[in-house]
């Protein structure tokens, strides 16, 4: 149950902060255990208590206690390790994509670089939209544009963010000379990268979709095996059947873990570095 406990901080993020009239009960419980807020919190709370009696029903009528902790453990596990890591990169680079077009429209109409990215924020994609706000409100307390845009890209933490971010700096620089037809060149260029990762994406994802189908068919093998020839379980039934059970599935869930791993993408090196104080 510990380590249940333990994998289930790792998988989450962020810690959710204390609400007014939440139970220091039910606060303890939400540090513990990373407990997203709402809706998802109250779905992953039913999840565990259900997986946790079923464990505890499969231990009575099996004598398997270690069923206590590993019900629970692959409910939460093989969905999260079963499902491929999304790509901030794809994502970031569409959200880009739509900004960098609309800032380049803003321009057509006359307007300096500033007077665009404040235009912007109203239509701004909801990755940008957090950074974006506060970028316009360090360019409305009269920051430099360079000191805000590059403030901008240490926010996004992206060398495709920085392209563009480096051609707004130029020109602003510049007052503004030429810089639409810039943009919409880097916009074309954003499209074309688009289409080489989303390619690359679809390959990636299809070593995920023959491990999923693995773990299903194998998932309902040993399922109909244990209710109908109970008798070759027999051996996990014993202290050390138990352990060795213990070992295979959890370097099972350790190669799913490494495939994870294998599939995230590797940062790559940015080409505009700013301040980070």
């Known amino acids: 149950v510990g380590g249940m406990l333990a994998l289930l901080a790792g998988m989450s ?35 565990l208590v259900i997986t946790v009696v079923v464990g505890f029903a499969v231990a009575a009528v099996t004598g398997w206690v270690i069923a ?18 999304k790509a901030r990169d794809v994502l970031l680079l569409e959200a880009l994509d739509r900004w960098v077009r609309s800032l380049a429209s803003a321009l057509t109409t006359g307007r300096s670089i500033t007077d665009a990215i404040r235009i912007s924020r109203r239509t701004a994609p909801e990755l940008l939209a957090d950074e974006l706000a506060l970028l316009v409100s360090r360019l409305n307390n009269r920051w430099d544009t360079r000191d805000a845009l590059t403030r901008f890209a240490d926010a996004l933490d992206s060398p495709d963010a920085d392209a563009v971010i480096a051609s707004l700096i130029l020109a602003a620089n510049r007052g503004s000379s030429g810089a639409s037809q810039i943009l919409a060149a880097l916009a074309d260029s954003l499209q074309a990268q688009l289409r080489g990762r989303r390619v690359i994406e679809t390959e990636r994802a299809k070593p995920y979709v023959v491990v999923r189908q693995v773990t299903m068919i194998t998932l309902v093998t040993l399922t109909a095996g244990f209710v109908f020839a109970r008798g070759y379980f027999q051996p996990y039934g014993t202290p050390l059947g138990q352990l060795i059970l213990a070992v295979l599935v959890t370097l099972y869930l350790g190669s799913l873990l490494l495939m994870r791993r294998r599939a995230q993408s590797r940062p790559r090196d940015r080409i505009l570095v700013g301040h980070t104080t």
């Open 68 to 85: 206590v902790a590993l019900v629970p453990l692959l409910a939460f596990a093989l969905p999260y390790l079963l499902v491929m890591p």
């Open 13 to 47: 993020r962020s810690w959710p902060q204390r609400r007014r009239g939440e139970s220091s009960a039910t606060a303890l419980w939400g540090r513990v255990t990373r407990r997203p807020p709402g809706r998802r919190g109250r779905r992953r709370d039913s999840v």
